[in-house]
């Protein structure tokens, strides 16, 4: 009688994948007949995970399927939010443990975490660090509430998208621009240009260090004395001059050409030649595009500077896949980080992130991609002797923006509006669990002062205090969003009181009173950064309308439950006014801010 040789060949299968020539079978048949019942046994516990997992996922579908009919299956749980934070292979502030400074330092680095999962986070496990597509953050939304389109009327979503891509740009853009025939080189003097890159270094480079200062001091000397020359090396030096100078000069609503406009207007043209040109990774083309980016900030020009910074970051992500050894040990980084391509790469990575998340933030535009790879991305390096403050400011302000794309994310989905109260709270509670988290983690030398009053007397004048006041304002912008739902469920009208509280009316009110004196003190803090120019500008002034909205929103609701809370409304309305009209050039969003507000102003007068 013949055998089908399927069995024969599926067990001469089975044993020659199970015994290698270091592992050969047992030569006795009982031992053999246990060894494959062990495997067989295993591969059975396997293909019971594989249908766990499966019915796992089957159910998650169905109670995504099911949210609009369940009111307790409804977005992230609090869970899955900390998961990222806790579970998930958390990095602290400082990247290497050899980064952290002795024991016997007079400002040791800190050895707690923050909320900074590393690239082996499981990006379904929680909310990812993007912020979504048709969120509801953004002050345009705001200013579709009931209680504010009353006072104001109706606003297309592209209102101040509009107005911002109108605007003249300062330049020429006819399309000889990028021709170097048609535009003659600035003359440089040395002592204004050594007083130019002193106000880089102190107003720009704080914010942003992309650049190694000492070199870009060498090359002025340079310039100074052979002269400028159409080359990315010269574009990069006229571009940090005109930053300089746009730091230096208050805005002027009568000013026809923005400071520094005379060094930028050429270095753009080789920027931008540059980058259209050239089809690799150039890392000098990606600093040109992200300084370029700046200096639009600096001179309010929200869409212009998005546009730079997006061809910028596609440029840097395409660096960063050459970069094999991107996450190699810090230890083997020069003494001057600053000078390491791979370092100025990622510096110029988390650039272009905290700049294009600002804009997308408060503008429906394009993403670049940059958002999506975060997770694998290796944070800045810092020197330990001696410490930079500069890199540890820009490593907390990389931090909490993370965090400000997990709450845009975790809350202003189109589907968030119709989670559970319950849920709301828990997943509220756990963000501001980890906003906390993330302020105890900076180190206390550098860490802002929240105790102040928000009328307290702050200086703005030295720029280490200027960046402790933005980490102010990103903290109390990060609580203020966290806990805007509650404010925006007790004043929707369509919303029954028993679904408005539920049992939770004491916890639903004191999160109302969380968000209105975040508001309260955000608009307070903002104005210090406002009282000079800053890459923060537009930014501070779009989400200042934002939170003045909510607040006023608050003081109309018919309900009058939240009233008393904001009592001040008026004057904070004028605390804001006040603050951005010295930016409102006519023609520009910030102008139309402030018209929108003057109205309110009036009507509610």
């Known amino acids: 009688m013949s055998f089908p040789r399927k069995r024969a060949a599926v067990a001469c299968d089975f044993c020659r994948f199970n015994f290698t020539n270091d592992q050969p079978p047992p030569r006795n048949l009982e031992d053999r007949l246990q060894t494959i019942e062990d495997l067989l046994a295993k591969h059975e516990q ?15 579908a169905a109670s995504s399927s099911s949210k609009h009919s369940s009111p307790h299956d409804d ?39 923050v909320f900074y999962p590393s690239a082996d986070t499981n990006p379904d496990a929680a909310p990812a660090f993007t912020i979504p597509t048709k969120h509801d953050t953004m002050a345009i939304r705001v200013l579709a509430l009931p209680q504010i389109r009353a006072l104001v009327g109706d606003y297309p979503l592209d209102y101040f998208y509009d107005i911002e891509v109108r605007r003249p740009v300062p330049w020429d853009t006819t399309p000889h621009s990028t021709s170097t025939a048609h535009v003659e080189l600035p003359a ?46 010269s574009a990069i030096l006229m571009t940090a001059l005109a930053l300089g100078a746009a730091a230096t000069k208050h805005s002027d609503n009568s000013q026809q050409q923005p400071a520094g406009i005379e060094y930028f207007s050429p270095a753009y043209r080789i920027i931008w030649a540059a980058s259209a040109a050239d089809l690799s990774a150039n890392t000098a083309v990606a600093q040109g595009l992200v300084l370029a980016g700046l200096y639009m900030a600096y001179i309010v020009r929200p869409i212009s500077s998005w546009k730079l910074i997006h061809a910028a970051s596609t440029n840097v992500q395409l660096g960063l896949t050459r970069l094999s050894n991107a996450r190699a040990s810090s230890e083997n980084s020069p003494s001057n980080p600053a000078a390491d391509p791979r370092e100025l790469e990622i510096r110029l990575f988390w650039s272009c992130f905290l700049i294009e998340c600002d804009r997308l933030a408060e503008f429906e535009l394009p993403r670049s991609g940059i958002e999506s ?32 794309n997990r709450v845009h994310n975790s809350l202003y989905t189109t589907s968030s509006g119709k989670r559970s109260l319950h849920s709301l709270l828990k997943i509220c509670d756990e963000l501001n669990r980890q906003l906390e ?12 002062d929240l105790s102040l009053s928000p009328s307290s007397s702050l ?36 919303l029954p009181a028993s679904e408005t509280y539920g049992p939770h009316k004491p916890r639903v009110l004191e999160n109302c009173h969380r968000c209105l004196d975040s508001i309260r003190r955000y608009i307070h803090s903002a104005g210090y950064i406002l009282r000079h120019p800053s890459p923060y500008t537009w930014t501070l002034s779009q989400s200042s309308l934002g939170a003045i909205l909510v607040a006023t929103a608050a003081s109309a609701d018919e309900s009058g439950v939240l009233k008393g809370c904001v009592g001040d409304v008026g004057e904070l309305r004028d605390i804001v006014l006040g603050n951005i009209r010295p930016w409102s050039e006519e023609g520009s969003s910030i102008a139309s801010v402030v018209r929108i507000l003057e109205h309110i102003q009036w009507r509610q007068g």
């Open 188 to 233: 440089l003097n040395r002592k204004t240009c050594d007083a130019l890159l002193a106000q880089f270094a102190r107003k720009v480079h704080v914010h942003h260090p992309i650049v190694d200062t000492r070199e870009l001091a060498r090359v002025c000397e340079r310039a100074c004395e052979d002269g400028l020359d159409w080359t990315l090396e």
């Open 437 to 448: 988290l993330w302020y105890d983690s900076i180190p206390e030398v550098v860490r802002p």
């Open 46 to 60: 396997l293909i019971q995970n594989i249908t766990t997992l499966q019915a796992l996922n089957a159910a998650t």
């Open 373 to 404: 790879i975060v997770d694998d991305m290796p944070l800045p390096t810092i020197s330990s002797d001696p410490v930079d403050p500069a890199m540890v400011y820009f490593l907390a302000e990389i931090s909490i923006r993370r965090l400000l």
């Open 75 to 113: 977005g992230p749980s609090p869970s899955q939010i900390s998961s990222a934070a806790s579970n998930n292979g958390q990095q602290h502030l400082w990247p290497h443990p050899s980064l952290s400074a002795s024991p016997d330092s007079p400002h040791p680095l800190p050895h707690n975490p």
């Open 459 to 494: 200086s703005a004048d030295d720029e280490e205090n200027d960046r402790a006041l933005v980490l102010r304002i990103r903290y109390y912008a990060t609580r203020h969003i966290i806990f805007r739902p509650f404010v925006l469920r007790v004043i929707d009208p369509s």
